[in-house]
């Protein structure tokens, strides 16, 4: 198999190329301003099999422990044991070792510096936007931020990795001993919030590598160096959780606490959040098993689904008797790594009083400024939803999960009198159905919030029935806010009869074309009354009062029975 640079890129390499400058020897050597390599192509087609086999077996229930565990002949319970290794791409405008510019999706090989490129001569300077984004990180999960840290080489060879090293930190990364805070719903429901935590080993700064594309059918490789060098967060939590589901929520989490610091975009999609899973089985209370690593994966649900099948797939192995393989290769960190020569110990220092006199302040990372501009963190932004609105965790969870709904969601009730639990049915189902339907974000959303909360209160007012308002709702949408939910009311005639005299008419005449209904009734079928309804709202086209044609239908039955 041949490796060359991508075909495609530009003939002239040497002008898309910037030169790097050198690492100044004090404590402040800030620059201005898919982690692990791409497989062979036999691993590649050992995870196309691997992938194809769970994708084949059918999906997983609901309940977690009971899914992920199972009991053999002689009382031996196994359950699953998963612990997460998640590369995170740092938000900012140019790589952490580099002056070259962050961009996804420019053309090959365009975004490379002769550092990138590993030219000699060559040196890293630090980016500063990429420790600060590690240092918020760890503080917004409970970590212990190291005053002092250590870069590292980490050897071996890809050739999308044109050092035939990857600048790490091994020895003493920038922050340890985290809690990453989560929930899950539980409960036959699915209404019961069951918190969780993950204990994080460590966070490290590292630079990515590039990126392989293999072509098979001319059986060769190329090589697009945009993403060398690249300022990553490598987060290692420890093995803590029990099954997919369990994972899959706390990489929920990570990726909104992310996306709140504005340290990562969290666009699994695009490569900026890249999942490693290690999966093993065990007997509680004995030693963990022998885990088995699934890498690269790049969507939280095919996650959860990926480490359940492991799971299912390593009980089996040893329900038969056999022994579970080591499937991915430990790393010798003793020949593996060395110190990395070309950068100084990375300081960052607690508040202003101890930096160092005669230092530059304006390019210290300051420890205590940065804990000051921490924003909200989902979890505290869950509970004050469901304490200041009185909405349900479920609904707590939906707002936080879709980016904007929260906004919108205030942005209604501060427009209405309605109830936010009357609101949220709206936010929740008709907004959400809409949007992802036609596969919109809700900043382009066709309805305005303030639109929205006229056509509630509308309904609040009694001038519409729900029907009606989830008509005028869709009307809304199809024209883009081009009228009000008054005008459209106007213009179809969908306000309430106020004519109870017509209304008894119609009633009446929907109970004497559905005899067996009123005589299921009578017989104590109470349900039968809402298929009486619902035809009175068709002959209505949904313009009478649900509550006064429930109480006209039961008066007239009534009053048939006497």
């Not at 006229?454 to 308002?469: D, F, K, M, R, Y």
Request: hydrophobic residues 35%; charged residues 25%.
């Amino acid at each position: 198999m041949n490796t060359s640079l991508s075909s495609w890129a530009s003939c002239s390499r040497s002008k898309s190329l910037q030169s790097g400058r050198p690492s100044p020897t004090s404590p402040f050597h800030w620059k201005s301003s898919e982690t692990s390599p791409t497989s062979p192509t036999m691993a590649r087609s050992r995870l196309r099999g691997w992938w194809n086999l769970f994708q084949s077996r059918s999906s997983v229930n609901s309940a977690c422990m009971r899914r992920m565990s199972s009991t053999l002949g002689s009382g031996l319970k196994l359950e699953g044991v998963v612990g997460l290794e998640i590369h995170a791409q740092i938000q900012a405008r140019t790589k952490i070792f580099s002056d070259s510019a962050v961009h996804f999706l420019s053309p090959p090989n365009s975004l490379v510096s002769f550092f990138d490129a590993s030219l000699p001569g060559t040196l890293p300077v630090l980016n500063r936007r990429c420790v600060e984004a590690a240092v918020m990180t760890g503080l917004a999960l409970n970590c212990r931020i190291n005053a002092k840290s250590f870069f590292d080489r980490k050897h071996y060879f890809y050739a999308d990795l044109p050092a035939g090293y990857q600048i790490t930190q091994q020895r003493r990364p920038v922050a340890v001993d985290g809690l990453l805070h989560y929930s899950v719903l539980g409960g036959k429901k699915r209404n019961q919030v069951l918190r969780k935590n993950i204990r994080i080993k460590q966070i490290q700064l590292e630079q990515d590598s590039g990126k392989s594309l293999h072509d098979d059918a001319r059986g060769q490789t190329l090589v697009d160096l945009n993403r060398a060098g690249v300022g990553l967060m490598e987060l290692v939590m420890e093995p803590d959780m029990t099954c997919g589901e369990e994972a899959a929520a706390a990489v929920r989490e990570l990726q909104l606490i992310l996306q709140a610091l504005g340290t990562c975009q969290g666009n699994m999609s695009e490569g900026q959040l890249r999942v490693d899973a290690n999966v093993s089985v065990h007997r509680p209370g004995e030693p963990l098993g022998v885990r088995t690593e699934v890498k690269n994966i790049n969507s939280v649900r095919y996650l959860a689904r990926a480490i359940d099948y492991e799971i299912r797939r390593q009980i089996d192995v040893v329900r038969r008797g056999g022994s579970v393989r080591n499937e991915t290769r430990a790393y010798d960190s003793k020949s593996g790594f060395m110190p990395e020569p070309n950068l100084p110990p990375l300081i960052v220092y607690e508040d202003p009083s101890r930096i160092p006199s005669g230092a530059d302040v304006r390019q210290a990372v300051v420890v205590q400024s940065l804990r000051a501009k921490l924003p909200e963190l989902p979890g505290v932004r869950r509970d004050r939803l469901v304490e200041t609105y009185d909405v349900l965790p479920e609904h707590s969870f939906t707002l936080l999960n879709e980016e904007g709904l929260v906004e919108y969601f205030e942005s209604v009730l501060k427009a209405t009198s309605r109830e936010p639990r009357k609101v949220i049915g709206w936010v929740t189902n008709e907004l959400l159905a809409f949007l992802k339907q036609q596969d919109l974000n809700v900043s382009q959303s066709h309805v305005s919030p303030s639109s929205m909360a006229q056509l509630l209160e509308l309904l609040e007012a009694g001038s519409i029935s729900s029907s009606v308002a989830k008509q005028v709702f869709q009307e809304m949408w199809r024209c883009s806010g081009a009228k009000t939910a008054s005008q459209i009311i106007h213009e179809q005639d969908l306000s309430l009869i106020s004519d109870m005299e017509q209304v008894h008419v119609i009633c009446a005449k929907v109970l004497d074309s559905h005899p067996h209904e009123v005589q299921a009734f009578r017989a104590g079928n109470k349900k039968v009354l809402n298929k009486l309804m619902g035809s009175v709202q068709k002959e209505t086209k949904g313009r009478a009062d649900p509550v006064a044609v429930r109480k006209i239908l039961q008066d007239k039955i009534s009053e048939t029975m006497s």
